[in-house]
């Protein structure tokens, strides 16, 4: 579902405290990356799809009922008057990348000539997809498929060498 960008994290704990059933879920998809501040480096977590908030459930439209009720500012995103889930192989990749707790974790890796190795983190295994990388931010863009469309993310990478 769509919610105002910054109210991803909040929209997502009032609807896992006042509307979620057993077996149903809630979460926003968030990654590690580390970010300067006044102390140096520090890894912290941020939110991966700006104004969406996931959502795990077998009954949609009942979800969608409960959620009005709340009078919360979302939009579940449809096609017609069909609501959109995501692509079950989309929701495979989020799931290895992401876990169980929904957290893209900071990777390390290395250079080896041209191409990149990742040796620790979620993003091992999918070298493949990284679209270019900031060594000096510490981070990785890569393209995931979300809803059918292609969408950048910034995840967090050190490559600690080049070999």
Avoid at 58 to 86: H, N, Y
Wanted: net charge positive; proline share 2%.
């Amino acid at each position: 579902m769509q919610v105002r960008t910054g109210q991803e994290l909040k929209t997502a704990e009032k609807c896992r405290a006042r509307i979620v059933k057993p077996g149903e879920d809630v979460f926003v998809m968030q990654g590690e990356r580390m970010f300067k501040t006044s102390r140096g480096m520090e890894k912290r977590l941020y939110g991966l799809f700006k104004s969406y908030v996931f959502v795990e459930t077998e009954d949609i439209d009942d979800f969608w009922m409960r959620l009005r009720s709340m009078k919360v500012i979302t939009k579940v995103l449809t096609t017609g008057d069909t609501m959109t889930p995501i692509y079950p192989e989309e929701e495979r990749f989020l799931r290895n990348l992401g876990g169980d707790d929904h957290i893209v974790r900071f990777s390390e890796g290395y250079m080896a000539g041209e191409k990149l190795v990742i040796t620790e983190g979620s993003m091992r295994g999918y070298e493949g997809r990284v679209k270019w990388i900031d060594r000096h931010r510490r981070y990785a863009v890569i393209s995931i498929e979300l809803l059918g469309q292609m969408v950048d993310v910034k995840l967090g990478l050190e490559v600690l060498k080049k070999v």
